[in-house]
């Protein structure tokens, strides 16, 4: 099994730090972790901003999803 790589403290989000990046971070992470655990699909929820990164996990042509579920507020 991988071993899942230490990410250390997670800085707090500055002004310049952009809200799409972040989201992307996320994204990335959520992949990794997958891949730590071995997990070949997952079954993803999102609302509001998690939907957003469920959407960074979908982007690669959605390979890694068994299903995804989203929601933005209206």
Known sequence: MAAFPSTGPQP???AADDAMAA???GGA???TLM???EIEK???AGFDWG???VGIVVAPGGR???RARVRVPS
């Open 12 to 14: 707090a989000a500055s």
């Open 23 to 25: 989201q992307a971070r």
């Open 29 to 31: 992470l959520i992949v």
């Open 35 to 37: 891949d730590a655990l």
């Open 42 to 44: 997952a079954v993803l």
């Open 51 to 53: 939907s957003r990164t």
């Open 64 to 66: 890694r999803l068994r």
